[in-house]
């Protein structure tokens, strides 16, 4: 049974800065790209980044290019998504996500197998 577990979310003020963390179990980590996507109050979930399974690439929507980045470290099993300068609109319950394919990658993650329980990131004004 594969599970996703993220950590590292809390209440942070304007233009600061806060490191996601997501580690994966049940499965083989390296196989497979991994994303970052986001749920606002009163919004659709949104896909903010994805990373490719090797970790050599890397893919983000434009509203977080430059401030967040995403990493992997597949001897930990693990995901990372590094927010800096963040604002009151990134305030949402983040959820790291697991490609259902094997070895893909193209940037959007558009097919999730499986989702992480999400964590609050909270942006003061």
């Known amino acids: 049974q594969v599970q996703l577990v993220e950590s590292g979310g809390g209440l942070v003020q304007a233009g600061g800065s806060l490191r996601l963390s997501c580690v994966v179990s049940g499965r083989t980590f390296s196989n497979y790209a991994m994303g970052w996507f986001r749920q606002a109050p009163g919004k659709e979930r949104e896909f903010v980044g994805s990373?490719?399974?090797?970790?050599?690439?890397?893919y983000y929507v434009d509203s977080v290019k430059g401030r967040f980045t995403i990493s992997r470290d597949n001897a930990k099993n693990s995901l990372y998504l590094q927010m800096n300068g963040l604002k009151p609109e990134d305030t949402a319950v983040y959820y790291c996500a697991e490609d259902s394919r094997i070895r893909w990658f193209v940037g959007p993650l558009s097919n999730v197998g499986v989702w992480g329980q999400g964590t609050l990131v909270t942006v003061s004004s």
């Open positions: 990373i490719s399974w090797s970790g050599a690439e890397t």
